[in-house]
């Protein structure tokens, strides 16, 4: 199933990605309704991402730490 945006002609996968379209690109034209759908959708996208970077950070703290180990062991 797909979403289409009601300004224009874009077409999205995803509902969620439809109400970040419409709040980013026809922030004016939005109705209560549609802008309470963007905020929502961008507070998920906003904790989705800060989960993200605290994964990637801890990834590359493994990483950096795990080349340190191998250095010094082969010393």
Known sequence: ??????Y???TFTQESYRDLHLGH???ARLTTRERAAFERAYEREESDLTL????AL???VL???????????SL
């Open 58 to 60: 801890g990834l590359l």
């Open 63 to 73: 990483v950096y730490f795990g080349f340190l180990l191998a250095y010094a062991v």
């Open 1 to 6: 199933m797909t979403h289409d945006c009601p």
């Open 25 to 27: 690109r026809h922030e």
């Open 52 to 55: 993200f970077r605290y994964k």
């Open 8 to 10: 224009c002609d874009r």
